[in-house]
């Protein structure tokens, strides 16, 4: 139960001990949680003139909002791009399996497919708040059909599609309906894909310009159009050259509109890209990294930490690699920036007063030690805590 | 145990000079009888005319004892200040129905003495159960959960550390919708806690004993008060020296209030309150530097660093540096509540 009349009757947890990431860096405070939200516990002083029912010693951990993955196709042999008749338990168990890893809330993605594919798995893949059963589905991440075939990657090309002159129909046509839908990576160079943009963002749905070989100036009218995302940075997308930066140029772009910057999801493996190309968006564009796995179904078999292994190695590995990059900065880009892409800063991503309490415990090498959905603990390492 | 003689300047104990006053039955002395009671800076003890101290005394007396105590830098003043309530808390033995009043102030100056009393908490040495506290001021019109609010001050620099219950923490509010109202509560507050065992405060660079500027009613009581330039100086550090952020006035303590308790505590550090420590201590009691109303007070303290006397006149100093021995057997030894005393 999250707010509500009951909340203030609700026990009050202070969590002790504990560096916490807030306002952009590590502070030394208490969190304080009630009825699944985080508390500002000044205002308990105050106002209700009440006390901590219970206090929890963390230990001197750092606590970080939880991880949120924007782009992760699947997992532990499960893939969410199978027609199956029971989607909903392959993504049931993938969301109890990523809480080892910190991760909170997710889209689950579903690569180019048939039409019966997106028309029988959508409807299974509702959005649905986390708890101790698993990670929270925010919403279906759509990546396809409408992709460039020169940058498919591995996406089937039989299925690739381009739109028709009533181009948004053919969307609703394709997908079979937007319901459970949250974000769409399509390719902008597409005919009409403006107005497919355009249109799309109407319905509050998030864009992302991937798989493409567009040129700047066509990622920069996407953007004006309505596009916030880049799928995996510098992955299926034209290089970076001088002359014409392509969408990698989105990053530091004066044409975008006002007020508004562009996001880039990244998988920071040092393998999809070389440290140093990570390094260079990084130091243009700090505010849009988006650290997201891109995880298949093999992974996770066999070395159960590889999935989210990956976000913990890309975490580390963004400290690793990239000089100059913080832990809270390596945080903030799992957490509070995808929070941010999807518009929902207030209630995800963040451990500021009145959020959601989706937390993360995690030691000084940034290995998760616990995680916490709404207040309520739904993993912790196997040794014994007191 | 020394004797006590007269001389013609009153009792002289210990080469320290005692002034006698008129018994005022109704002020708080020492001990909530309000009376009865030769003190004595060598025994540092307050013992009642039956004897208890060994001296054979038949008359009432209201002694007063000013103290200057002067540490070397603003760290050890924290220190000793933050001993010295410790001790007093922990020597009245607080319980279920027997709180300790503490007067509290807020600003730079006393810092470093909350830190060090946090600290003695944090060791299991010292616990706010049943400490009730009473802040001097706040501003008005300021939110409540503001920076640089007066209960924010106190939450994160103190509150947020310690056992306090919520309840006996008060503090006057800001934003009441009858300000007069809100202070006429306040001082009901007080009396109703039993008046308050020690008031810890703080002065301004103008004299002012919470924000009772110049030419405040040595005998006023918790108000409203519009603030002085000086003040609104003072202040304009905190919010980012934009003069027009600080607000302009503020609901505080009178002098008569800070007056009543049966024991004030004043810090002071730093060169730039050294002349306002001159005008408090070595001129004549003024309504234009209202800290100096304290000379009036039972038992005052005055806590200092080497930089804030240096208004003072050498002998002052010298003679106060010199009972630093007295002093510090205030402070030492350092009561712990975890032996269950």
């Not at chain 1, 609703?172 to 390719?187: C, E, F, H, K, S």
């Not at chain 2, 944090?122 to 007066?150: A, I, Q, W």
């Not at chain 2, 409203?224 to 505080?252: C, E």
């Amino acid at each position: 139960m999250r707010g509500g009349q009951g909340a203030a009757r609700a026990p009050v947890i202070q969590f002790t001990n504990c560096r916490i990431l807030r306002g952009g860096a590590l502070l030394r405070e208490d969190l304080w949680v009630r009825g699944g939200r985080i508390l500002d516990p000044e205002k308990l002083f105050f106002e209700e003139r009440r006390v901590a029912d219970e206090q929890r010693d963390c230990g001197g951990c750092i606590l970080a909002p939880g991880f949120i993955d924007v782009q992760i196709n699947g997992g532990f042999g499960v893939d969410f791009s199978q027609a199956s008749e029971d989607v909903g338990s392959g993504v049931a168990l993938v969301a109890r399996r990523i809480l080892s890893h910190g991760v909170t809330s997710f889209c689950p993605t579903l690569v180019t497919s048939p039409l019966e594919v997106y028309h029988k798995v959508l409807p299974q893949i509702p959005v649905k708040s986390g708890g101790p059963h698993g990670a929270g589905v925010l919403g279906v991440h759509l990546e396809g059909p409408f992709i460039s075939r020169e940058k498919r990657g591995a996406h089937p090309e039989a299925h690739l599609r381009s739109f028709e002159a009533d181009a948004f129909q053919d969307v609703l046509a394709t997908y079979g309906g937007l319901d459970n839908v949250r974000i769409v990576t399509l390719a902008p160079e597409l005919g009409h894909s403006q107005e497919v943009i355009r249109a799309l963002t109407a319905l509050g749905i998030c864009v992302s310009l991937g798989h493409s070989v567009a040129d700047l100036g066509t990622a920069e009218e996407a953007v004006q159009s309505g596009a916030t995302f880049i799928t995996h940075l510098f992955n299926a997308m034209l290089p970076f050259h001088h002359r014409d930066p392509g969408i990698v140029g989105l990053l530091t772009s004066d044409r975008l509109p006002a007020g508004r910057h562009i996001f880039y999801g990244m998988i920071a493996d040092g393998i999809h890209t070389n440290p140093a190309a990570l390094r260079i968006a990084h130091r243009a564009h700090p505010k849009g990294l988006v650290l997201v796995t891109d995880a298949v179904p093999a992974l996770g078999l066999g070395n159960g930490r590889h999935t989210l292994g990956q976000q913990e190695v890309e975490v580390d590995g963004l400290t690793a690699y990239v000089a100059g990059c913080s832990v809270e900065s390596a945080l903030e880009a799992a957490s509070l920036h995808p929070a941010q892409l999807l518009g929902l800063e207030k209630r995800k991503g963040t451990l500021d007063f009145g959020a959601d309490a989706d937390f993360v415990v995690l030691d000084d090498s940034l290995h998760v030690r616990a995680t916490y959905i709404s207040g309520e603990l739904v993993w912790q390492v196997e040794e014994a805590r007191p | 145990m020394r004797r006590i003689r007269w001389t013609r300047r009153g009792l002289l104990c210990a080469g320290v000079y005692i002034r006698v006053l008129r018994l005022r039955a109704t002020r708080a002395g020492w001990g909530r009888s309000g009376l009865l009671g030769v003190g004595c800076f060598s025994c540092s003890s307050v013992g009642r005319a039956s004897g208890s101290t060994g001296l054979n005394l038949s008359w009432k007396l209201c002694v007063t004892i000013m103290r200057l105590v002067i540490l070397d830098n603003y760290d050890l003043a924290s220190e000793w200040a933050a001993k010295y309530i410790c001790n007093r808390i922990i020597q009245f033995r607080p319980g279920q129905d027997r709180y300790f009043t503490l007067g509290l102030p807020t600003g730079s100056t006393p810092l470093g003495c909350y830190k060090k009393l946090i600290e003695y908490h944090k060791n299991g040495d010292l616990s706010f159960k049943y400490v009730k506290t009473f802040n001097m001021d706040e501003y008005v019109g300021l939110p409540r959960n503001h920076p640089e609010s007066y209960h924010s001050y106190m939450w994160n620099n103190f509150f947020k550390h310690i056992d306090i219950d919520p309840n006996n923490a008060h503090i006057l509010d800001g934003n009441a919708t009858d300000l007069q109202a809100e202070c006429d509560a306040f001082e009901k507050k007080i009396k109703e806690a039993g008046g308050i065992d020690l008031f810890v405060g703080g002065i301004g660079p103008d004299g002012h004993i919470a924000f009772n500027e110049p030419g405040s009613s040595l005998v006023s009581r918790t108000r409203l008060k519009t603030l002085a330039m000086d003040t609104i100086l003072a202040n304009a550090k905190y919010f980012d020296g934009d003069l027009s952020k600080v607000p302009t006035m503020a609901l505080t303590v009178g002098v008569g209030t800070v007056m009543d308790a049966r024991e004030v505590m004043i810090l002071i550090t730093g060169a730039h309150k050294a002349f306002a420590l001159y005008k408090a201590i070595e001129e004549g009691v003024n309504h234009m530097w209202t800290v100096s109303a304290f000379q009036q007070h039972p038992r005052t303290i005055f806590v200092c660093d080497e930089d804030a006397t240096l208004e003072l006149r050498v002998k002052t100093v010298k003679y106060f540096k010199g009972l630093m021995h007295v002093h510090n057997k205030l402070v030492d030894p350092l009561y712990s509540m975890k032996e269950g005393n």
